[in-house]
């Protein structure tokens, strides 16, 4: 059955220097975790233009995360199953991300995000209708919370405490109770729709897939403020040029070993790994949403 849930994240800036902290907290993200062995390989990134959205950009990338595998997984899948190949359309203030499992083939995450000037109050930003809304979960994650769960120590924790942290540069925090109707502030919306068609195992995949998204945002938007005064004051340009940098040094990382054959151990593996997953057509709806349908797909999700 497919999942969906919308997840809202608030943060204590504008519109503006959201899209800096994001693109920020991806380029260093990426590089703490990734190894030789396991993380993010970037296999294209480039400008896109889109009838509907104007111009963006687009990325291509796979995540290896062996060491992220639900022990419940191993039991029949390899420790590798969770080799992800993941395209993003970049249209900020719109984003689109389409996540896909070359081991589980049928499986298809999509993560639709509406960036807004608000407080988390927007009751339908993408536009669902009722069938989509009745099925829809809405869960607004707080970035001040401590609460941790299995999840947040798969991804990672960013140790600041919010109810104490100040910005030497902006003056802003510390996060306390009723912090969201400060200003600046804006949203994240992200709506996630996966769906795992497998039987006896399906509904757990998804519902594993959903609190790993949910960690993963909540831990990425944390240091998008917890970084704020490494970031703040710097433009889009600056942060293009540091990308480029950035995508050189995570190739010299995963170069070490032989990237053609890293994910397969004969010839009979390394074409399941290599094989396009195909899509039903439900999931195929999720890849080819009507405001993307001019995004570009050539090959092959934050």
């Known amino acids: 059955m497919v999942q969906i849930k919308e997840f809202r994240i608030v943060m204590p800036m504008s ?3 959201y899209q800096i902290a994001q693109m920020y907290m991806v380029l260093k993200m990426q590089q703490q ?3 030789s062995d396991e993380g993010v ?3 294209e990134n480039r400008s896109f233009q889109d009838d509907a959205l ?3 950009q687009y990325t291509s990338k796979v995540y290896r995360l062996q060491s992220k595998v639900p022990a419940w997984l191993t039991t029949f899948a390899p420790a590798d199953a969770l080799t992800m190949q993941e395209e993003a359309w970049n249209a900020y203030p719109r984003c689109k991300t389409v996540v896909q499992c070359p081991y589980f083939n049928k499986f ?3 993560i639709d995000t509406v960036h807004k000037a608000d407080n988390g109050q927007s009751e339908n930003v993408h536009g669902l209708n009722k069938k989509q809304l009745a099925a829809r979960q809405v869960e607004v994650i707080d970035i001040a919370s401590a609460a941790r769960d299995y999840w947040s120590y798969v991804v990672g924790g960013n140790s600041v405490d919010f109810s104490k942290f100040r910005s030497a540069k902006t003056g802003r925090g510390p996060l306390l109770e009723g912090w969201q109707s400060c200003d600046p502030v804006m949203t994240a919306y992200k709506l996630v729709t996966v769906d795992a068609p497998y039987w006896g195992f399906g509904n757990r995949l998804e519902q594993a897939f959903l609190a790993g998204e949910r960690a993963l945002f909540l831990e990425s938007h944390r240091n998008c403020f917890g970084w704020i005064d490494e970031w703040f004051g710097m433009t889009v340009q600056q942060l293009r040029e540091l990308e480029e940098q950035t995508n050189s040094s995570l190739d010299v990382k995963t170069s070490t070993k032989d990237l053609d054959r890293r994910w397969a151990c004969d ?3 390394e074409e399941v790994y290599m094989k396009k997953p195909q899509l039903n057509s439900e999931q195929q709806g999720l890849v080819n949403d009507s405001t993307f349908t001019n995004a570009p797909t050539n090959q092959l999700l934050f």
Do not use: N, Q, R
């Open 41 to 43: 390989e970037v296999l």
């Open 108 to 110: 298809c995450l999509a």
């Open 267 to 269: 010839k009979e593996e």
């Open 54 to 56: 104007g111009k963006g």
């Open 33 to 35: 975790t990734t190894t």
């Open 15 to 17: 519109l503006e220097e």
